[in-house]
């Protein structure tokens, strides 16, 4: 049956090829004209450049290949060459432009032409002849000829009047010199103003009203458009003291507010035709895209409008659109039928494709049946192992999910570095108060000396950002011996980058390379560069100081190569921005203006600072610096041109020390205590400092970031947690809503350390299930008997659970051993008191241990066996419950794992020598 079905089905796929075959190639053998885009930028839209645009839609109807994408600048240049670049964007293969002024939009003309993309330049020109066609009237000889006909209309001595387009618009300026070359033969014109009416009919009318006095007699006025002459009718309209001038203006659209109706209304005298050019725009660009010969310059013919033959032209426009509407309702019945033959086409394909299909319908479904019963054995015996890969997959997704949770909060303010120095510095001066013969006084002394210095710098940091922020921050450039400079300043690194087994050196071929700066602030320039690369290198890397001199640029250059974690692109974008601390922890306990003020004391040495980094391999610092000094001001220099001695100002090097990176493994303090205490603080002299305090009475364990934290907390299962909020990689809130969900953890007292004071902090941090939320700087008497208090009574309430009620008698506590188990155990002990086919395996099954171990480290820690210890959780809750709630006894009885009332009230009997009821009523009485 099967070696029928096959070869039947196999016929079947081969007519459905055939078929898609057979559609593909009737509908791709159809002829296809190829489809270009033409872009067409105008400068305005008036009511010329709309018929300008009714041309180019009626030539367009002849080319159905051509399409029109169509922008207008509203008489803005600016405009009109943002709109010329957003249609390059849009991939047009033409473009056809009338520039609404010629210098600003012949740099755009070129920059296409050159490109490769004709360019077709309508009515106006440009100033060079970087161009493919132009199409437009002659303008020199529109305004020869409107200087002609304005000599044969006028006699004796004639006062005129020119209104300019815009300035700088070829048109007008074409238009100018015809007229001008006109009235050269006709000494008896005089042109007694010239005015600038922008094409605009309301400016014409400004400036003639500020220009020309109310009492001057005008016999003509010539204006560049019909608009302006409009604009110029209504103003002298208005005067009665001499008759109307002559009125000559340029265009003569059809239409009702057209220059044509203007003549037929006696508002204008003449009109010079002025043909658009639309539909030659089109043939012209017809025959570029088609690669046909077509002439460059394509001049229109123009002539005089008046009232002898207004009324033919108006005919002629009458008829013309007349006949385009004609050829609109004719397109619009071609599509029409052509689209009524694609769909009886489509449904053609779509019925013969359906013949074939049905075909093969009845053969394929059989086939299928017979190969979906195969196929569900083959996935009933796969189901399980794709239960399992889901839960795989589950589990892969939950571990993804929660890397991609890492958060780096780095938003530290100014507040936060003040204070955690101040705490180093109010813990050892309170301690020495109260302990004046103490053996750790020179530690403390050194811990106040070291964060007082901190302090100091980063005062001095806000007071050099100040200064430049308000222009006060002068320099008082000398000449220098960079190589000697740079040196003595790596030289004083030498020591902290033995501790850490990093390669320093410098590289350099020059002896010595003089330069000029104040070398009190390019000191600080090396320091916080060095700093940089000496924080985030790690132990076995290497920095290079290498010191160049770039005779082509008459610079010298520092550049400090490190190969530290490197930084992203976007890092490397904003490492020089005031407060940025980057998205890692590159920074972290960074202020963030440190190499923002290096950047602006370069600018003040005219000098500049870039980097180049790549991710996991390192960063290159490059301070690059003007040679001579006549880049400087006269007051900036010292006023001594020999080379000088320097000496590096000492607050620089107090914090040298700290630029070793803190130990980021684990340090406990190997001496047995009863109870213990897990200190999480990446600051390394706070941590310390709050260790040496607490281990006298604790067992202290010690973190630096949350990844030690979580291991320390959960190997050891503290009797508390001192947090700090700040941490490098996740936050300390982050990390007590952690350890709070966890059931192992959960009753563990946590302290959150922060130097954030604010009540919304605060709030924040209470809500994340904190016990105690402490500021720095805070006093070290309180915190110690803060832990005291917080472990005291978290041990009484667990005595309290722990203890037989009535009996007094205590179960034995879990020693440290087993206390991690012990926690597990009864957790999951109480999550499941209701269950009432809880027993020994299945907590054996939960906990993955053998019946044999499980009652041995029960008895161990607890002192009791497994099913007695259940029974007395059982026993207590329902002993709450009956005092606290007025729940029926049967349903206590349930609710703590009983199968029946029954059962619950003869062994609640046998424990209290009461019956339930009685107890409640002996209590509540």
């Not at 839609?57 to 029109?68: G, I, M, Q, Y």
């Not at 002659?138 to 009047?161: M, S």
């Not at 020309?212 to 010539?222: A, G, S």
């Not at 410098?506 to 320091?527: A, H, M, Q, S, Y």
Request: glycine residues 6%; contains cysteine; neutral net charge.
């Amino acid at each position: 049956m099967k070696r029928k079905l096959k070869p039947f089905a196999l016929a079947g796929t081969v007519i459905i090829i055939a078929s898609v075959l057979f559609i593909w190639h009737s509908y791709n053998a159809r002829p296809k004209d190829k489809q270009f885009v033409i872009g067409f930028s105008q400068c305005v839209d008036d009511l010329w450049r709309k018929t300008m645009l009714d041309g180019m839609n009626r030539e367009l109807a002849f080319h159905p290949n051509l399409s029109l994408k169509y922008r207008e600048a509203g008489g803005n240049s600016q405009e009109q060459i943002r709109q010329v670049r957003e249609l390059l964007k849009e991939n047009i293969d033409l473009l056809i432009i009338s520039p609404n002024e010629t210098d600003p939009l012949t740099p755009i003309v070129e920059e296409i032409y050159t490109s490769g993309i004709p360019v077709i330049v309508i009515d106006r020109k440009i100033s060079s002849r970087f161009y493919t066609a132009f199409v437009g009237t002659d303008n020199f000889e529109i305004g020869k000829l409107a200087g002609e006909y304005a000599a044969t209309k006028l006699e004796g001595k004639v006062r005129a009047i020119e209104i300019f387009g815009l300035t700088k618009s070829s048109p007008a300026m074409d238009r100018h010199r015809g007229f001008e070359t006109a009235l050269r033969s006709y000494p008896n014109i005089e042109i007694t103003h010239t005015i600038y009416g922008e094409w605009m009919k309301n400016t014409a009318e400004k400036m003639i009203e500020e220009i020309v006095p109310v009492n001057e007699q005008v016999d003509l006025v010539f204006a560049h458009n019909d608009m302006m002459a409009l604009g110029a009718y209504e103003v002298f309209r208005k005067r009665s003291h001499y008759p109307l001038p002559k009125i000559i203006g340029i265009d003569g659209v059809a239409g009702d507010a057209g220059g044509m109706q203007f003549i037929t209304d006696h508002r204008l005298t003449a009109t010079m035709l002025y043909l658009p050019g639309g539909e030659e725009s089109i043939q012209v660009a017809a025959k570029i895209l088609n690669k046909e010969v077509f002439n460059k310059e394509n001049y229109l013919q123009t002539s005089v409008v008046d009232t002898n033959n207004v009324r033919l032209f108006q005919l002629q426009a009458a008829k013309v659109a007349g006949q385009q509407q004609q050829i609109e309702r004719q397109q619009s019945k071609i599509s029409e039928v052509t689209r009524l033959f694609t769909n009886l086409q489509t449904l053609l394909y779509v019925v013969i494709t359906s013949l074939a299909l049905a075909i093969i319908l009845g053969g394929v479904a059989l086939y299928s049946l017979i190969e979906n019963r195969k196929i569900t054995r083959k996935l009933e015996s796969q189901n399980v192992e794709i239960l399992d890969q889901k839960n795989q997959i589950m589990d892969m997704a939950a571990k993804a999910h929660e890397a991609n949770e890492a958060r780096v909060n780095f938003f530290t303010n100014i507040s936060h570095e003040f204070r955690t120095p101040l705490t180093l510095i109010l813990g050892p001066v309170e301690d020495l108060m109260e302990n004046k013969k103490s053996p750790s006084g020179t530690n403390h002394l050194s811990l106040i000396h070291k964060n007082a210095s901190r302090l100091l710098k980063l005062v001095d940091q806000l007071i050099d950002f100040r200064k430049i922020e308000a222009s006060k921050m002068k320099i008082q450039a000398t000449q220098v011996d960079l190589v000697a400079f740079t040196t003595e300043i790596v030289e004083s690194y030498r020591l902290i980058a033995a501790k850490k087994d990093i390669d320093l050196h410098i590289v350099t071929r020059e002896r010595f390379l003089n330069v000029w700066i104040d070398p009190g602030l390019f000191d600080k320039v090396i320091f916080n560069v060095l700093s940089n690369a000496m924080k985030f290198t790690g132990e076995n890397g290497s920095i290079s100081v290498h010191i160049l001199k770039s005779t082509y640029e008459n610079q010298a250059l520092i550049k400090v190569e490190d190969t530290g974690r490197g930084m992203t692109r976007e890092e490397q974008d904003r490492i020089f921005d005031l407060y940025y601390q980057g998205n890692q922890p590159y920074t972290s306990s960074s202020s963030g203006i440190g190499l923002a003020l290096t950047k602006d004391f370069l600018k003040l040495h005219k000098g500049n600072i870039t980097v180049t980094s790549t991710p996991g391999r390192g960063s290159t610092f490059t301070i690059s610096l003007k040679l001579g000094k006549d880049h400087f001001d006269k007051e900036e220099l010292a006023g001594n041109n020999e080379a000088v001695d320097f000496e590096h100002n000492p607050a620089h090097l107090t914090e040298l020390k700290t630029l070793v990176m803190p130990d980021q493994g684990l340090h406990p303090v190997t001496v047995s205590r009863e109870r213990s205490v897990v200190v999480i603080e990446d600051n390394l002299d706070l941590r310390h400092f709050i260790r040496d305090k607490l281990q006298e009475n604790y067992e202290v364990f010690e973190a630096a970031d949350a990844l030690a934290a979580r291991e320390q907390v959960f190997n050891n299962l503290p009797d508390l947690i001192l947090c700090d909020i700040q941490l490098p990689d996740q936050d300390g809130l982050y990390l007590t809503n952690l350890f709070k969900n966890d059931t192992r953890t959960a009753h563990i007292p946590i302290i959150l350390l922060s130097a954030q004071t604010n009540i919304d902090k605060r709030i924040a941090g209470m809500q994340s299930k904190a016990d105690v939320y402490l500021t720095k700087p805070f006093n070290m008497h309180y915190l110690n008997e803060t832990i005291s208090s917080l472990i005291a009574n978290r041990t009484r309430l667990r005595d309290h659970f722990i203890t037989e009620p009535g009996t007094g008698v205590r179960t034995n506590a879990p020693g440290k051993p087993g206390k991690k188990f012990i926690s597990e155990f009864s957790a999951y002990v109480e999550n499941n008191l209701s269950n009432t086919s809880l027993n020994v395996d299945e907590i054996c099954r939960h906990l993955a241990i053998s019946r044999v171990q499980l009652y041995r480290k029960v008895k161990d820690g607890l002192g009791v066996n497994v099913n007695d210890y259940i029974l007395n959780m059982r026993l207590n809750k329902a002993r709450y419950q009956l005092l606290n709630d007025s729940t029926s006894i049967s349903e206590i009885a349930f609710n703590v794992g009983f199968s029946s009332a029954s059962y619950f009230s003869t062994v609640f009997k046998t424990r209290y020598n009461l019956s339930p009821k009685q107890f409640r009523d002996a209590e509540q009485t």
